[in-house]
């Protein structure tokens, strides 16, 4: 495969940067922001013009969609703003790829299901049971609509990137000083570390695959179970973490309770899926190193 231009729409964010490091290994990766801070180029994908002249200016052979709003919370308050950026920027995305025809990733999310089964496959009928799940999933109807495209719907990201505010940073932040931290016991999710994410979207772009995706970790456990382990992986006190339930607090949006995504078919395509504990090793000798 020879080297491809990718462009990577919301290259700042929290999986955008793990994504752009490792395509930037084989690729020359053009990565977007609104801000345009740190190199990377304008594109407010909310503006139909803005997309038009950064891909017909810079004819991307891949297009790979991460701009979201993934504050849960944030998209059921503003659900205005959620709407411009999954769907009105996806559409605009979309449009502006039809006539160049660029490989089209989208990246969704397993909040598309309702959290009442679990363990989803491809297959799984979706059923988002708030805003941001609601958005995400008309985005990828949208997608649907370029030859070729392919869906990634990932779970609970995590690493220690620089800024991260994900569970892992707050996490060992509090269990570092000693304080007691509070993790759900029925949010079961499948956490997903994302240079390995990173590094499966690269062996995607590769491989050519099409349709729907579920690249996340390889384990199905609640976040408390994943609290305990982080406090075993990282030699912390495992009585500082302490079992809850989402029904004692106030949430701004409701969640699905059991989001365990199946990742059979993943496997069957040669991508690398790794447990959770694996995936804390791994971040554990970055750490150090």
Known sequence: MGKKVIAVIGAGGFIGKAVSRELGKSHEVIGT???????????DITKKGSVKDFISGHKPDVVIHLAALTDVDLCERDKARARRIHVD???????????????????????????????????????????????KLEGEKLAEALPGHLIVRTSTPYSLGPGSKKFLGILLEKLSRGEKATAF???????????????????????GHSGVLHVTGDSQLSMYDAALQ??????????????TTSSSVSLGAPRPLDTGMNVS????????????????LKVKKQARG
């Open 33 to 43: 922001s609104v801000h345009n801070p740190e190199g990377r180029f304008h594109c």
């Open 89 to 135: 920027g996806t559409r605009n995305l979309v449009d502006a790829c039809k006539s160049l025809a660029p490989r089209f990733v989208y990246f969704s999310t397993d909040f598309v299901f309702d959290g009442r089964k679990g363990n989803y496959s491809e297959a799984d009928a979706t059923n988002p049971i708030n805003n941001y799940g609601k958005t």
């Open 185 to 207: 016991a029925d949010f079961i999710r499948s956490p997903t570390l994302i240079e390995n994410l990173a590094e499966n979207v690269g062996a995607l772009v590769s491989n």
């Open 230 to 243: 982080v406090a075993d992986v990282f030699g912390f006190d495992p009585s500082l973490v302490q079992k």
């Open 265 to 280: 078919l993943a496997r069957k395509l040669g991508l690398n899926i790794i447990s959770f504990r694996e995936g804390l």
